[in-house]
Every structure is written in structure tokens, then in C-alpha cells.
């Protein structure tokens, strides 16, 4: 009986043990004890100063709303003929002209607190609510 190629792979196959099979890969994330040892870096660490205004605390984001909802009120309400129009756009201006410094949500304090210039934000507002205003007038 001669011997060939494939009869003799038969018999080594005999020979040898039984291969083992692999276990399954894991699918999800890794146990924590993994994942804790991992050298992460946040986008925070590559670009500290072009912070969104996401990540002020939440006491700098409620006077960024604040700010933003009186200049609002200036550039939109300054033409208003209703009485609550009106009186709405009245205070947020008094508001703004006030130089009180005392109460936490004075124009004074938001302005500081959010880095701002009062006085520079003031004339810039007051500016831009009297062109809107007279722009209005012209139509």
C-alpha cells in the first residue's frame, strides 16, 4: 500500500490531542477595573481656553440667560405700543442703567461675574436698542 500525502495527514491527526476551542469574544465595554487604568484625555485638556458656555457652573450660565433675555427684550420691545410691551421694555432699561451693586442680579454683578465691563456692555446695548429703534421709526 503506497503512502500519500493524505493518508499520512489522517494518521497524524490520530496522533495528536483535540484542539481546544476559543472562547468567544466579549462585546460591550470593558469590566471597570479595565477601563479604570486607561490613560483618557478629555477635549476639555486640548482646548482649555475655547470653553463653550456649556461648561460654566450653573449659576454663570442663569445670569448668561439673564443678559440675554434683557438685551433681547431692548432690541425687540422698543416699538412696542402695549402697556405690558412697554412696561417691560422700561424696566429691563432701568435695569440696565442702574448702578446698584448690592442684589446678586444687579446689571452691576451679572457683568462682573461673567468678566464683562459694565459700563461697555451698557453703552454698546443702549447703542444698538436706540439704531434698532430708530430704524424702526424710518419704515
Known amino acids: 500500500m503506497a503512502w ?3 493518508q499520512a495527514a489522517l494518521a497524524m ?4 490531542p483535540a ?5 468567544p469574544k466579549r462585546r460591550g465595554r470593558p ?4 477601563s479604570a487604568s486607561l ?5 476639555e485638556q486640548y482646548y482649555p481656553e ?3 458656555e456649556g461648561c460654566l457652573p450653573g449659576e454663570k450660565r442663569l445670569m448668561l440667560a439673564v443678559l440675554h433675555d434683557a438685551i433681547d427684550i431692548l432690541l425687540k420691545h422698543g416699538d412696542r405700543r402695549d402697556v405690558s410691551g412697554r412696561r417691560l421694555y422700561v424696566e429691563t432699561a432701568d435695569w440696565i442703567r442702574s448702578e446698584d451693586a448690592e442684589s446678586t442680579f444687579s446689571f452691576v454683578n451679572v457683568c462682573e461675574t461673567l468678566g464683562l465691563d ?4 451698557r453703552g454698546g446695548v443702549m447703542r444698538c436698542s436706540a439704531r434698532a429703534h430708530a430704524r424702526l421709526l424710518r419704515r
Open 4 to 6: 500519500n500525502g493524505t
Open 13 to 16: 491527526a490520530r496522533e495528536l
Open 19 to 23: 484542539a481546544t476551542p476559543k472562547p
Open 31 to 34: 469590566p471597570i477595573h479595565l
Open 39 to 43: 490613560n483618557l484625555v478629555m477635549p
Open 50 to 52: 475655547f470653553r463653550g
Open 118 to 121: 459694565p459700563s461697555c456692555v
